[in-house]
């Protein structure tokens, strides 16, 4: 690698040059710099990216402040809690994990570490601050999303929060409005019901988690209604008006939501500006994402985008596996190929929704009613009755193979589990689907009793025989 750029440099260049320190970014980087090769890593902002930052770090943080004060609630426990204790805590969790991915770390890690906006000049020929940087095998691009706010009359203007905003309160809101009924409106909309605030999530769609099983967005809207928070759903926003007394917000069908502050949880846009990515040679699609194959491979030669800025599945371990792929790819080694139909994810409500693999109605849509699914409420297994968590199900979906005339198994093609430990059991189920497991696998597979996993291997006896009262059903269209 040559020398990092001072005032008597020009340019410098390394094997690898990856634009963007947020979790994909600082995969490659790690990974290449593993393998022998010299790395620069630029970034504009902050090391560490979204993820650490303002998404996944802080945000988790929070809802673990809010689970101790429901808890204490629980136990008879009165009172509020100064929100600069929780801001503060999380805060200082973010901080112990940025220590991971300081420059300090990073330089003695081997990796050369930029800071500036890079932008290409010329296909494979970065520039940084007026500093030519080059790449003798790759450019890696990794600079990620941030939120976009939907074009609703007044919004812009009414200082919304986002994920950006939100994690900086000096003080926790009164009442807070929810724009989004996905997984960071219902995430943050708990936490901060816990915590004090009175929520209201507001979701043009008629129901919540619209990515997930029906049966999950009903279980999870019910779950947090009973804790307090109000939704309005099946309409749009037409207008929110800030005003001396806080927000207010009107949908297309008339309805009004007041509040002290507006999270806007709709949606992410690409981190393109100022690359100038058409000097690199370098498409977007029709929404603005940089074009790659399933070798993470941009339209220019030598150049790969991993993580959100891809449109993919915007999930810090997509953007891990992603950034570690295209360094292999990139180096020539065996051609890996990304999938995200096996890509298991989470969404931290509690209890939280696990999912991997085709929905019922997507198996429907590809195999037909060949397809198979067992169904439990988690309220009869022997765990929730102890707990008394008795909120969320197992849903097993499978392809129509059977193993053996007459049995109504097959590999196992999809799954989604609502429970307290979602999270944890959903990877059983997401190596099952992976490695093509059949379902008679599951059922025979020894579980520890009184576990929440040993829901799985009830669930999926049902392939087989009648279990508690139920056995497995073709699939349906939704």
Sequence with gaps: MTPPPTASTASCEADFVVVGAGAAGLAAAWTAARKGHSVILVERHRLGGDCTWTGCVPSKALITEAKKVKAARDLGFDGDVPWERVIGAVHDRRTHVSTDEDEPTLRSQGIEVITGQASFTAPGRLSVDGTTVRASKAIVLATGTTAALPPVDGLADARPLTNDSVFELTSRPGRLAILGGGPIGLELGQAFQRLGTQVTVVEGESRVATKEEP?????????????????????????????????????EDGRVVAADEVLVATGRRPVTDGLAIEKGGVELTDRGFVKVDEKMRTTADDVFAVGDITGGLQFTHVGYDQGQLAVNNALGLIPMSYDDRVVPWVTYTEPEIGRVGLSEAEAFAEYGDHARVAYM??????????????????????????????????????????????????????????????????????????????????????????????????????
């Design 215 to 251: 049966e999950a967005s009903r279980v999870i809207q019910d779950v947090l209604a009973d804790e307090g928070v109000a939704f309005e759903l099946g309409s749009f926003v037409a207008s929110v008006i800030r005003g001396p007394d806080g927000v207010t917000i009107t949908t």
């Design 377 to 478: 409420p988690i309220a009869e297994t022997d765990r929730a009755k102890v707990t008394g968590e008795t909120a969320g199900f197992v849903k097993l979906v499978a392809g129509p193979h059977t193993l053996v005339r007459g049995l109504a198994g097959g590999n196992l093609v999809g799954a989604t589990i609502v429970a307290p430990p979602a999270g944890e059991m959903i990877h059983e189920v997401a190596l099952a689907v992976k490695q093509k497991v059949i379902t008679g696998r599951l059922a025979q597979m020894t579980h520890a009793y009184p576990s929440w996993s040993l829901a799985v291997r009830e669930t999926a006896a049902q392939f087989f025989f009648e279990y508690r009262g139920r056995e497995a059903r073709a699939a349906r269209e939704g």
